[in-house]
């Protein structure tokens, strides 16, 4: 079975390893494959031509990341109703018949790490750090776990707002959700019942904390969504202050497993595959060291 991933600079993606060591793990063929648009000298735009391809070359479907989660959209058959409130697909199922149906497993995979992560957490009031793309699947999966009151912030305030406004209507009765620009977290966050942090701010690239860790004297639950590496500075932060925490691995592995099980039919093992994505990082990570 041929699977893949589309987008760019996607060089160091752990997906491969993590598909097919899954694949493995069920005695599935399985062949995960990345189109880098970097390497292929490919537009954007051209997400359509690389589906294309890959259908022709009899791949059963792929995974979508940066910067085609949107642009995909237009060259679909049919979209999920998911993925279409959420407003981004990174989950192409090809047919037998040639049909190709997007889906998103961001908003599953955050829905299904923060239940196994955090169970019984409280959702009174919830902040979202971050509206990009893992913000707003992070925002749609707390609308649906409902969230009484949901505020959106980020460094764009405009996009705070615009987040806020799409999730609105997949709120419960009586909810509501609200944007922010960044200098007011430190007047929502004291007292929230949750954070999720969804900004790049933790990762290898950009280390460091994305505020300051007073704010967490309230002991909020906190909610990762970087996840290399596994263990950010804020997660520090916020076990040493007392929160309970779920890291970003939790995440990354569920919508792979939700990815793989459209691809394949077959029900993964998401704790194997969180194993899985443990060593892999241990190893890309002393590998770094030795280098």
Not at 38 to 57: I, K, M, T
Not at 134 to 144: D, E, N, P, S
Not at 149 to 157: R, S
Request: include cysteine.
């Amino acid at each position: 079975m041929r699977t893949g991933l589309i987008g760019a600079g996607i060089g160091p993606s752990l997906s491969p390893a993590l598909h097919e060591r899954e694949g493995a793990a069920h005695g599935l063929d399985l062949t995960y494959r990345r189109f880098d648009l970097d390497v292929l000298g490919v537009a954007p735009d051209g997400v359509g031509d690389l589906l294309r391809r890959a259908r022709a070359q009899g791949h059963a479907g792929l995974n979508i990341t940066h910067p085609c989660k949107q642009r995909v959209i237009g060259h679909l058959d049919a979209l999920a109703p998911d993925a279409a409130a959420v407003g981004a697909v990174n989950t192409v199922v090809i047919g037998t018949d040639g049909s190709m149906t997007g889906h998103n497993t961001d908003w599953t995979g955050f829905r299904d790490g923060w239940r196994a992560g955090l169970p019984g957490a409280a959702t009174g009031r919830v902040v979202l750090l971050g509206a990009g793309g893992a913000g707003a699947a992070a925002a749609y999966a707390m609308a649906r776990e409902g969230v009484g009151v949901l505020q959106v912030v980020d460094v764009d305030g405009d996009r705070a707002a615009a987040l806020a406004a799409s999730v609105t209507p997949h709120l419960a009765p009586g909810a509501q959700a609200t944007g922010h620009p960044s200098p007011e977290l430190a007047a929502l966050l004291p007292g929230a019942d949750g954070l999720v942090h969804a900004t790049p701010v933790g990762m290898a690239e950009h280390p460091g904390l994305p505020f300051d860790p007073a704010l967490l004297a309230t002991r909020p639950w906190v909610a990762e969504i970087v996840y290399r590496p596994l263990d950010t500075a804020l997660l520090g932060a916020a076990r040493a202050a007392g929160c309970r925490t779920v890291d970003g691995g939790a995440m990354a592995v569920h919508q792979a497993a939700e990815a793989f099980r459209l691809f394949t039919g077959v029900a993964p093992d998401p704790a194997r595959m969180l194993a899985h994505l443990a060593e892999l990082i241990t190893a890309e990570q002393e590998a770094a060291r030795v280098a």
